[in-house]
């Protein structure tokens, strides 16, 4: 779903605005989901082919017990290595995916374009899913780059204009002259029809 296909239904600015939000704000945990359980995928697979290799590879060299036992230990290091590695790499892709989040819910137009302004070795992600260290970088940042992030207002940023209905209400001209209505009522000598109008 995109704007131009609210707008196409006739919904102004403030509408597709809110529209947006609350389609982003069911479909951005979605996605992150999936990214997440695809970035976790990738790494079994790559770990399940690397240790296929290695156990085939011990396979050929079976023949030399000693050699045997050498492999053995070297292969449980690698495995221990690219455990520790795919799970930094699954940290840190969730981490990107919350901070993503955290921009997204303090109104950033662009969460992709604030990243590189934020410092994520002081980002943790704890076991609760809560980020530490954004919040303060968050709050520096929309003061020192606040056209990064939309302004809170109940009118989207754009000064409230007040409008009141039928134009001028005492429905005179100020000055003596007859009001619009009063001209046209006169001129089609229907002043009785509109109420009478002084």
Known sequence: MERKDLETLGLDDKQVTEVMKLYNAGIEPIKQQVTDTKSELDS?????????????????????SEKL??????????????????????????????????LR?????????IMPFIDMDTIKLGDDGQLTGITEQIEKLQESHDYLFDKNNDNGGKPIVK??????????????????AQRIASRMGAAEKIGGIN
């Open 44 to 64: 079994v697979k790559q770990q399940v082919v690397d240790r296929d290799g290695q156990i085939k590879s011990l396979g050929e060299q079976a023949g030399n």
């Open 105 to 113: 819910d303090a109104k950033a137009h662009d969460a992709k374009a």
């Open 163 to 180: 409008i009141t209905a039928g134009g001028n209400p005492s429905g005179s001209t100020g000055g003596g002259e007859p009001s619009l």
């Open 69 to 102: 036992n050498k492999q053995i230990a070297a292969l449980q290091e690698t495995i221990k290595t690219k455990d520790s590695e795919a799970a930094a790499s699954l940290t840190k892709v969730k981490t990107d995916n919350a901070v993503q989040m955290a």
